[in-house]
């Protein structure tokens, strides 16, 4: 069994990190962030050709960071692939010893490095959730008995600021539903609507991890505003980094009282750095 | 209907040199084009006028009724035989259903006038908006009357997706989402949506569709 599943069933709070498998070959820089947060985290997720450009697979660099010694959260995307290949990864995931996967819907092509590609959206994240609990059951899709099937800890987004709440909701009934028994969020800045979201699944059994945001400048603000989709930095975050003598130093002080306000909130913390890899050991520990 | 637009003029010059062609046949329709401003009897009018100010001569010009009806192109093209006999190339103002049509009815060089962009919605006289990709099925049913795979730039039978903002679309950001749509009219029309939409057959896309109403059991 997965640890994370382990970790989170028995009630304890998960610290979940994010590494980016390289653009080309070279695993170098991401086994480096790997062994900066390995010391921290449960888990890693390891992204799919994130914001639409082109990286080395999730699949190899989950598997190459297992072999380093940290669980990966096998991240697949419904923007790359159709519903064949999508499965023919799960299975092969399952071989390679990925037992965490993270289904989510991705960017639009027109947002990354490749903006002529075609976006396949064969499936969506809900229908792939629902057949990765299919191949737990062991069929695939179309109901066939697999010669060996899976046992995935199936994860999925869940987007608590989003407006207007009552779709997002629908949208989180939806995917527990289709079989997600964990969800990581997208950044928290207002710790209401965190626990709103919650409360409002607690019924249903399933956990959350919420999202934690390194804002080290002035300029990631900017990116964050204009590259992120589904995300904007509220004003009076974004005015306290402006405003720091040292950003860097802020943004590691203000990510530290996050992790505080989530402890007593949700089930565990996913700890995004943005080049911050140094600083989330005094983030976690709240020195920051 | 089809929503199209005017092709490039370059392109259009360039199709004529490729043959030689000096004397052009215009064919419109009556029907998409001429409702989208593209192919009725002013933008025929208009192309001819145009093609004789860069020095072609045009042999004569038709605005077909249904030009994509084949027996109405053959009996239209007939009405015109000997402009037509005269013509190196006609071009067609119409989709590339009634270009095909066109070629197929007239044993001519035939070129394309417009660019067949997508099935849609008039708006307002002259705003047009892309409403339907002829799947071959149909979830309207489910999505109170608002198709997701056309009106969602992922397509999504099941959203939002992550990037939704304040109910706005994260690609076409000046658009609301889809999803938050669909969820407004089935609640204002007391409808619930409890259940996941299943993934899409796109076995019923295959090209190329085709319908024989004539025999038993309809079409592919």
Known sequence: ?288 | MIITRPRDWDRIKANLSDIAARRVFVMGCGQCAAVAHTGGEKEVLETAERLRAEGYEVTGWAVGEVTCHLNGTKLESRKHRSEIDDADAVLVLACGAGVQTTADAIAKPVFPGLESLFLGTVIRNGIFEERCQTCGDCVLDKTAGICPVTTCPKGLLNGPCGGMWNGMCEVLTDRECTHVRIQRRLAEQGRTRNSTLEPKDFSTALKPGGVNIRQQGGGR
Not at chain 1, 190 to 217: E, F, N, T
């Open chain 1, 1 to 288: 069994m997965s640890r994370l599943r382990e970790l989170l069933e028995s009630g304890e709070f998960v610290v979940t990190g994010e590494v980016a498998p390289p653009r080309g070959t070279d695993l170098a820089d991401m086994h480096a962030s790997v062994d900066l947060l390995a010391p921290h985290c449960h888990a890693l997720n390891v992204t799919d050709n994130q914001g639409a450009s082109l990286h080395l697979s999730s699949l190899a660099a989950s598997r190459a960071i297992l072999e380093r010694g940290i669980e990966p959260i096998f991240q697949q995307t419904c923007r790359d692939r159709n519903r064949l290949a999508l499965q023919s990864d799960l299975l092969a995931a399952w071989s390679l010893g990925l037992e965490n996967v993270l289904v989510v819907t991705g960017d639009d092509p027109r947002a990354g490095d490749h903006p002529h590609a075609k976006g396949v959206f064969d499936l969506d994240s809900t229908q792939l959730a629902s057949i990765a609990l299919g191949m737990n059951e062991g069929r695939d899709m179309m109901g066939r008995d697999l010669k060996g099937g899976t046992d995935f800890y199936i994860g999925a987004a869940m987007f608590p600021e989003a407006e207007p709440w009552d779709v997002q909701l629908a949208r989180i009934e939806q995917k527990v539903a289709a079989g997600v028994r964990f969800f990581q969020t997208q950044a928290i800045f207002d710790m209401d609507k965190l626990q709103r979201a919650v409360d409002a699944v607690r019924p249903l059994g399933v956990k959350v991890i919420a999202g934690v945001l390194v804002i080290r400048s002035p300029r990631v603000v900017d990116f964050v505003n204009r590259n992120l989709a589904g995300l904007m930095v509220p004003d009076h975050v974004a005015d306290r980094i402006r405003s720091a003598s040292d950003p860097a130093e802020e943004a590691v002080r203000l990510a530290a009282e996050q992790v505080r306000d989530i402890r007593e909130i949700a089930d565990g913390v996913h700890v995004m750095p943005l080049g911050l890899d140094t600083e989330v050991g005094r983030i976690l520990d709240g020195t920051g």
